[in-house]
């Protein structure tokens, strides 16, 4: 029997809704996590992942949809967290039946919940949703793949931190090593060879991707995965999956700078957010530095306009600015200064509303 205690961990981290699903018809199975509607709907991705047990399925949901409450509050957004994760294999679970079911599951929800893509699914897939439901974002005719917002704002993050840390932003005096080079890494990939980086390395385990930027970029250069961690840079750029920083992998960085796309980038928030800021590294919050796809999409909830999301976009700069001066002037490490800044936005929207007004 599993150890993990579902309902312990939700009254702990609050949550709302922890919600199983099966299509008998398609073989769809998967969970829904809503972490939090203090601010509105709960927003969040769909990850499809051939998980190796059900356990870990349901622990990943659960972290992804508290980042996502975090991340939309520290965004200024008026949306709460949630996320899906699917359990399959990628390369054969997928159809139009399969996304359309997942679709009608969305829609019991009754907008509770609204779902986009994320690792493994599309606008494509999201068209399929799109069928059953109107609570899904990031279709093709509208905001689109959120891949290459969610790497400006990276980008925008990136100059944030190195402003903060070295007094100069101008990205092509400093040297990059990103971990991942599928989506928001290659997004963000092109935009620092756009702003003449010194030197960009790259580690990627899907061959597929590596092929298609040595092809494209022969001057990025490929380093092992095990190599990521004590590359000689100026900034560690993680475009990959979670929980890659820890006791294991922190001791050997060698970068000033930790700011990049990936989600719960750090195995515990705490222990390795102390670690890290003990060893003079600048992190920028993961919640609050990919938090331009979000941004993107809630733009198409409001009524799509290019210009006005990016300008909103643009905005993760100031607010990891914010964030680094709250950390150094309460001594605390980047991860929990941004929450301590996301918690705060969420706790006076909701006393704001203690009181009743017809609208």
Same mark, same amino acid.
């Given at each position: 029997?599993?150890?993990?205690?579902?309902?312990?961990?939700?009254?702990?981290?609050?949550?709302?809704?922890?919600?199983?699903?099966?299509?008998?018809?398609?073989?769809?199975?998967?969970?829904?996590?809503?972490?939090?509607?203090?601010?509105?709907?709960?927003?969040?991705?769909?990850?499809?992942?051939?998980?190796?047990?059900?356990?870990?399925?349901?622990?990943?949901?659960?972290?992804?949809?508290?980042?996502?409450?975090?991340?939309?509050?520290?965004?200024?957004?008026?949306?709460?967290?949630?996320?899906?994760?699917?359990?399959?294999?990628?390369?054969?679970?997928?159809?139009?039946?399969?996304?359309?079911?997942?679709?009608?599951?969305?829609?019991?929800?009754?907008?509770?919940?609204?779902?986009?893509?994320?690792?493994?699914?599309?606008?494509?897939?999201?068209?399929?949703?799109?069928?059953?439901?109107?609570?899904?974002?990031?279709?093709?005719?509208?905001?689109?793949?959120?891949?290459?917002?969610?790497?400006?704002?990276?980008?925008?993050?990136?100059?944030?931190?190195?402003?903060?840390?070295?007094?100069?932003?101008?990205?092509?005096?400093?040297?990059? #090593?990103?971990?991942? =080079? *599928?989506?928001?890494?290659?997004? /963000?990939?092109?935009?620092? %060879?756009?702003?003449?980086?010194? @030197?960009?390395?790259?580690?990627?385990?899907?061959?597929?991707?590596?092929?298609?930027?040595?092809?494209?970029?022969?001057?990025?250069?490929?380093?092992?995965?095990?190599?990521?961690?004590?590359?000689?840079?100026?900034?560690?750029?993680?475009?990959?999956?979670?929980?890659?920083?820890?006791?294991?992998?922190?001791?050997?960085?060698? #970068?000033?700078?930790? =700011? *990049?796309?990936?989600?719960?980038? /750090?195995?515990?928030?705490? %222990?390795?957010?102390?670690?890290? @800021?003990?060893?003079?590294?600048?992190?920028?919050?993961?919640?609050?530095?990919?938090?331009?796809?979000?941004?993107?999409?809630?733009?198409?909830?409001?009524?799509?306009?290019?210009?006005?999301?990016?300008?909103?976009?643009?905005?993760?700069?100031?607010?990891?600015?914010?964030?680094?001066?709250?950390?150094?002037?309460?001594?605390?490490?980047?991860?929990? =200064?941004?929450?301590?800044?996301?918690?705060?936005?969420?706790?006076? %929207?909701?006393?704001?509303?203690?009181?009743?007004?017809?609208?």
């Amino acid at each position: 029997m599993s150890e993990f205690k579902h309902f312990e961990y939700m009254e702990k981290h609050r949550y709302e809704q922890v919600v199983y699903f099966y299509d008998k018809t398609t073989g769809l199975k998967g969970i829904t996590c809503i972490h939090n509607t203090t601010l509105g709907p709960a927003l969040g991705g769909t990850r499809l992942w051939n998980y190796d047990t059900e356990e870990e399925a349901v622990v990943d949901c659960l972290r992804l949809a508290r980042g996502m409450t975090y991340k939309a509050a520290a965004a200024g957004l008026n949306l709460g967290g949630g996320k899906t994760v699917l359990i399959g294999d990628p390369d054969t679970v997928k159809s139009e039946g399969y996304f359309r079911a997942l679709g009608r599951y969305v829609q019991s929800l009754n907008g509770r919940y609204i779902t986009a893509e994320d690792v493994n699914t599309s606008t494509k897939d999201m068209d399929f949703v799109s069928m059953e439901t109107d609570h899904v974002v990031g279709l093709e005719g509208k905001s689109g793949n959120p891949s290459p917002m969610t790497a400006l704002g990276a980008f925008h993050g990136i100059r944030a931190a190195l402003q903060f840390k070295f007094g100069d932003e101008t990205i092509s005096k400093y040297t990059f #090593a990103v971990q991942g =080079a *599928g989506q928001t890494g290659y997004y /963000l990939i092109k935009k620092l %060879i756009e702003m003449k980086a010194k @030197k960009i390395y790259f580690s990627e385990i899907n061959k597929k991707h590596i092929a298609r930027l040595q092809k494209e970029h022969p001057d990025v250069e490929f380093i092992e995965p095990k190599d990521f961690f004590k590359a000689n840079v100026d900034v560690l750029v993680p475009c990959a999956l979670g929980g890659v920083f820890n006791s294991d992998t922190i001791p050997q960085i060698k #970068a000033k700078i930790i =700011a *990049g796309t990936a989600n719960n980038v /750090l195995l515990d928030d705490d %222990i390795d957010g102390n670690l890290i @800021k003990e060893k003079g590294i600048l992190y920028a919050p993961d919640f609050v530095i990919n938090a331009g796809g979000l941004i993107n999409v809630y733009h198409e909830i409001k009524g799509y306009n290019i210009g006005r999301a990016t300008r909103d976009i643009e905005k993760i700069y100031d607010r990891l600015l914010e964030i680094f001066k709250i950390a150094e002037r309460e001594n605390i490490h980047t991860q929990l =200064a941004a929450k301590v800044f996301a918690k705060k936005r969420i706790e006076t %929207i909701n006393n704001l509303q203690d009181n009743y007004i017809v609208r």
